[in-house]
C-alpha cells in the first residue's frame, strides 16, 4: 500500500482538532478525516516537540498562525461561498424533483 502524503494545513488542522477537544479521540478525529489513527498520532507528537508553548499553553490558548485576512477579503469570501451555496441547492432541488419524477414514471 503506497504511503499518503498530506499537505502541511491539513496535517495542523487535523492536528489542531484533536488538541481542541479534551474529549476526542486519536480513533475517532482519525476516523472523521480519513487518516490512520497511528499517523495522526505521529503528527500529535511530533507537533507538541516542535513547540514547548504547546505544552504549556494548552490547544485552546494557542494564537493562530499566518496572516490575517481583512475584512472586506472575508467579507467578499463570505458573498462567494453564499453563492456557490445558493447554487448547490438549486442543483440538489432539480435533482430532487427529477428523482421523483422518475420514481413515479415506473409502473413495476
Known amino acids: 500500500m503506497a504511503m499518503k502524503v498530506y499537505p502541511p494545513e491539513f496535517k495542523a488542522d487535523t492536528v489542531g482538532l ?9 480513533a475517532s478525529v ?7 489513527r497511528e499517523t ?3 503528527w500529535v507528537r511530533q507537533a507538541r516537540s516542535a513547540g514547548p508553548a504547546a505544552d504549556d499553553a494548552g490547544p485552546a490558548k494557542k494564537a493562530p498562525k499566518g496572516p490575517t ?3 472586506g477579503a472575508l467579507e467578499q ?4 461561498l453564499r453563492s456557490r451555496i445558493r447554487e448547490l441547492e438549486l442543483e440538489r432541488d432539480i435533482l430532487r424533483r427529477a428523482a421523483k ?4 414514471e415506473t409502473n413495476w
Open 40 to 42: 495522526l498520532r505521529l
Open 77 to 80: 469570501e463570505n458573498k462567494q
Open 69 to 71: 485576512a481583512s475584512d
Open 101 to 104: 419524477y422518475f420514481a413515479g
Open 18 to 26: 484533536y488538541l481542541s477537544d479534551p474529549a476526542r479521540t486519536y
Open 30 to 36: 482519525a476516523k472523521d478525516l480519513g487518516v490512520n
